[in-house]
């Protein structure tokens, strides 16, 4: 993989994947930055529309295109294609459309772009992930999904309501399934370096209560006004800006898994590396014996959908 020019790729530009591009830009890391999607006169509109702030930001260069030709020496594609999630509908209700969505896609991001990271945050992002492994057939690490990245903010955040603690100060995660059989790994979460159930404020009720509110965010979020996507378009940007800057930071993204904890053949998540070539190492997190069997329970759901 180059490292003189940064070139993204976002397949699928909806609300999520605007975003995304949108806080991409702010960083002042992406060079080249191209919009892939069916429906080239909206593209050319979306491309239009970010090249008018461009005055106020890094220099970069912004391309729509409906052509997969055009992915050529990209550094990380962003797949952000396939259905929304309905009011009232699990991520997991999307499988099968989004699957056969995805099975025309992965091939020819792989001939155009094979030294490509591709990060995969359409959902259901664990069983999208796996299938995109499946078909890509890429190096272990190169292609994941944004997993838990986003629940485990939104369990910070909470978390340091009742803490009074910043949240960048809070080392805890949710793991497995992004979806309903995620689970919060509350043995092992610090704060400071201290056990965070040593806290003078801590409370089992009050941190279950923290991760029930982030675990259902998504759906209030969808109920309130039909899609989430600035949150997930941080997280995605935040995601880039890590495997670009080649940082190694440890998010909880979502893996296929080989022999993690004895489960394989499924993609979860679990704390990673990431780093230039996407995920650099995955790190065996401390669970109790209730928090394995979640993690258990996560594997059994999404290997059903495999």
């Known amino acids: 993989m180059k490292h003189d020019n940064n070139k993204v790729t976002i397949i699928g530009c909806g609300n999520v994947g605007m975003t995304a591009a949108y806080a991409l830009l702010h960083t002042g890391l992406v060079n080249e930055l191209l919009l892939v999607g069916r429906n080239k006169d909206a593209l050319l509109g979306e491309q239009l529309d970010l090249e008018h702030g461009m005055s106020f930001l890094p220099n970069c260069t912004v391309t729509a295109t ?34 056969e969505i995805m099975e025309s896609i992965i091939p020819q991001v792989v001939h155009y772009a094979p030294n490509a990271v591709i990060l995969i945050v359409s959902n259901p992002v664990d069983v ?58 509350i043995s092992s979460a610090t704060v400071g370096g201290q056990p965070l159930t040593s806290l003078s ?10 991760f029930d509110t982030a675990q259902k965010a998504a759906y209030k979020i969808i109920e309130s006004k039909g899609a989430t996507y600035y949150g997930i378009g941080t997280v995605i940007s935040h995601i880039v800006s890590k495997i670009l800057r080649n940082s190694r930071t440890v998010l909880p993204v979502s893996i296929p ?3 993690y904890m004895d489960h394989s053949g499924v993609a979860l998540s679990v704390p990673c590396i990431i780093g230039r070539n996407g995920v650099e190492d995955i790190l065996e997190i401390r ?20």
Do not use: M
Request: aromatic content about 10%; hydrophobic content about 35%.
């Open 66 to 99: 409906d052509d997969y030709a055009d992915l050529v020496d990209t550094d990380v594609v962003i797949y952000s294609a396939g259905a929304n999630q309905k009011p009232g509908e699990t991520r997991l209700d999307l499988c099968a459309k989004n699957c």
């Open 287 to 306: 669970l109790d014996w209730e928090e394995k069997q979640k993690l258990e329970k996560s594997v059994k759901t999404l290997k059903s959908f495999v």
């Open 128 to 185: 999208l992930t796996y299938k995109a492994y499946q078909l890509a057939k890429l190096p272990k690490g190169r292609i994941f999904g944004s997993g838990t990245t986003l629940d485990t903010a939104r369990f910070r955040f909470h978390l340091s309501d009742f803490l009074k603690v910043n949240p960048q100060s809070i080392h805890a995660y949710i793991l497995g399934e992004h979806g309903d059989s995620s689970f919060p790994a």
């Open 257 to 259: 898994l080989h022999n």
């Open 201 to 210: 404020r801590f409370s089992q009720e009050r941190a279950l209560k923290a």
